[in-house]
């Protein structure tokens, strides 16, 4: 009976915490306020910029009296806030007892991930409201993730602590409830749960938080503050310039007429991020005026000028325009070519905390100037315009700055480069089509923070033995990708190597016959994942008739398919 005692409970709890129109209307009333005053205090940075004293007077005027107004509509919203009944939470109990043959399996699942939602504090609440902006399928990175949150605003300073490091702790958090899944294939991956994914994207439509538009017609109300549009096939896109939208989201249309990013609504935006539009080969020149604007994700397109106070740029190997320099408010640059005079500005951004650039032959010198000079680097990402031909330049002579935690290096090398050995704070490390005929791990075991280390088809040996990873080696180290088409045969991994490995990942090795000798010593392994899988392998790895299932039978999850 415990179980249906918890439905019992969660559905008093839901009933009145989700369908009380004036709880509703309350907190959109309190959410549009604040949303007044980031638009006003925005208004006012962007004004105060201006050189003639008398448009800075009335500008002082126009926002004191604005603000006054605000104040006095948040103290009367304030003062008629609901009163809510707590009696509700006394009800159900049994948290920890079986499940009941009364409740379907799959409904108290999702009730359990219900209940641990409501009991967030409301900042994580929207976090995770905003990892389900994209279609449930689509998996997000942690830096996508984090850069979405920094940019709107609900990441929570602490004393001490950089806001990428905070939102790694909600991330974590989010995880250790169950509220995200990880998952890895090429990269860690984060998704709400399918059941929890589409409970929260009916309450969040239903509060007009997020509107979440695909396949057929889509109705925006105006009230909508939040919109995420994908995969509508029909190329029904509404129109948007009348919405007071704060964050946009486009991904999988054919085609799609521009907005004019100036009228009414779209001013407003925070959050802009187009992905996989077929037809857009160029921003309107309008996006330079979204002085709101902190977030702008694109893929293959251009555009002439940028927003000045924008946080993050995420583009996908395009050319940046002249002045880039000028936005000293940039936090992020990724995917975008490092080449004329734009390797000599990204000199002037030395508050970056990420950068990611297509190397350029005639203005490496320049580029390794200006990366030197970013002390507060974090993320790095080098690579070449044919990442199957080209040969990466690793920037030699190169001082890596000195809190770099993440390095990717995607182009083929000759070795490994010297510098690489004194990132003594990386914690993930990326080698990308390397083709490197010499152990890079020789280099490697020895960095101490180390924790995710992906091969990618980086080495080109077709047999691989207890060398590769050592004891001793690699202290921190929780997850390994490799990638490779030669490699054959992982003979031996010693007793007492990898000690904290998590993850083992094998991708694009369908030459892969044996798995190495002593695998089952690393009890710390959680999950296994061989994608594809030789069919002689399948059947050595059999769990009844398998000669190598020994090897694997401790690994709480084995995935792979022939």
Not at 108 to 128: D, G, T
Not at 220 to 225: K, S
Not at 275 to 286: C, D, F, H, Q, S
């Given at each position: 009976m415990g179980a249906e005692a918890l439905v019992k409970f969660l559905a008093q709890r839901l009933d009145y915490l989700l369908s009380k129109e004036s709880v509703r209307q309350w907190s959109r009333e309190l959410r549009d306020t604040i949303y007044d005053v980031e638009d006003l205090v925005d208004q006012f940075i962007t004004g105060a910029n201006v050189s003639d004293e008398s448009e800075k007077a009335l500008l002082i005027i126009r926002c004191g009296s604005d603000l006054e107004s605000i104040q006095v509509r948040l103290t009367q919203i304030l003062d008629r806030k609901p009163q809510c009944d707590t009696s509700a939470s006394s009800a159900g109990g049994g948290h920890g007892e079986s499940s009941s043959s009364l409740v379907d399996p799959g409904d108290?699942?999702?009730?359990?991930?219900?209940?641990?939602?409501?009991?967030?504090?409301?900042?994580?609440?929207?976090?995770?409201m905003y990892c389900c902006v994209f279609p449930v399928k689509c998996g997000l990175s942690k830096g996508t993730l984090s850069r979405i949150w920094m940019a709107e605003g609900i990441i929570?300073?602490?004393?001490?602590?950089?806001?990428?490091?905070?939102?790694?702790?909600?991330?974590?958090?989010?995880?250790?409830?169950?509220?995200?899944?990880t998952e890895l294939d090429c990269r860690i991956e984060f998704k709400v749960p399918y059941p929890l994914h589409r409970f929260l994207v009916d309450e969040m439509m239903e509060e007009n938080f997020i509107i979440a538009c695909s396949h057929s017609e889509p109705i925006?109300?105006?009230?909508?503050?939040h919109v995420?549009?994908?995969?509508?096939?029909n190329d029904a896109i509404p129109n948007l310039n009348d919405l007071p939208i704060r964050s946009l989201f486009v991904v999988g249309i054919r085609y799609w007429e521009h907005p004019k990013f100036t009228s009414y609504g779209l001013k407003y935006l925070r959050v802009l991020h187009l992905?996989?539009?077929?037809?857009?080969?160029?921003?309107?020149?309008?996006v330079g005026d979204l002085i709101h604007l902190r977030f702008l994700g694109l893929k293959k397109s251009r555009f002439r000028e940028l927003p000045e106070n924008l946080r993050h740029l995420l583009m996908s190997r395009c050319d940046l325009p002249i002045g880039i320099g000028r936005l000293k408010n940039l936090q992020?640059?990724?995917?975008?070519?490092?080449?004329?005079s734009i390797s000599r500005e990204l000199g002037c951004l030395t508050q970056l905390r990420e950068l990611g650039v297509v190397l350029n032959d005639y203005d490496v010198g320049e580029l390794s100037t200006s990366i030197m000079k970013m002390s507060g680097l974090l993320s790095l990402t080098l690579s070449v315009g044919s990442i199957f031909d080209d040969l990466l330049d690793t920037l030699e002579p190169f001082s890596p700055p000195p809190f770099l935690r993440k390095l990717q290096l995607e182009g083929r090398l000759v070795s490994l480069p010297d510098w690489l050995s004194s990132t003594e704070n990386l914690t993930k490390l990326r080698l990308g089509f390397s083709h490197l005929f010499e152990n890079p791990n020789a280099v490697l075991q020895f960095l101490p923070n180390l924790k995710q280390l992906t091969l990618w088809q980086a080495y080109n040996a077709k047999q691989i033995g207890k060398e590769f990873c050592p004891v001793g080696g690699f202290p921190k180290l929780e997850v390994l990708?490799?990638?490779?088409?030669?490699?054959?045969?992982?003979?031996?991994?010693?007793k007492g190597a990898l000690p904290s490995l998590k993850y083992l990942h094998f991708h694009c090795c369908s030459r892969l016959m044996i798995l190495p000798e002593g695998l089952q010593y690393v009890t710390t392994l959680q999950k296994l994942s061989l994608f594809p899988l030789h069919g002689d392998h399948a059947r050595r790895l059999d769990p009844e008739?398998?000669?190598?299932h020994y090897k694997i039978k401790h690994i709480p999850e084995v995935r792979f398919f022939e």
């Open positions: 108290q699942s999702l009730a359990l991930l219900v209940s641990e939602y409501m009991s967030l504090p409301y900042y994580l609440r929207s976090c995770l929570q300073a602490k004393s001490g602590e950089i806001l990428e490091d905070v939102a790694e702790e909600y991330i974590e958090k989010l995880v250790s409830l169950g509220l995200l899944e925006i109300p105006a009230t909508a503050g995420s549009i994908h995969n509508c096939w992905e996989w539009i077929r037809n857009m080969v160029k921003l309107p020149g309008e992020s640059v990724k995917g975008v070519y490092a080449r004329g990708v490799i990638a490779s088409n030669n490699l054959v045969e992982w003979t031996e991994i010693e008739r398998g000669i190598e």
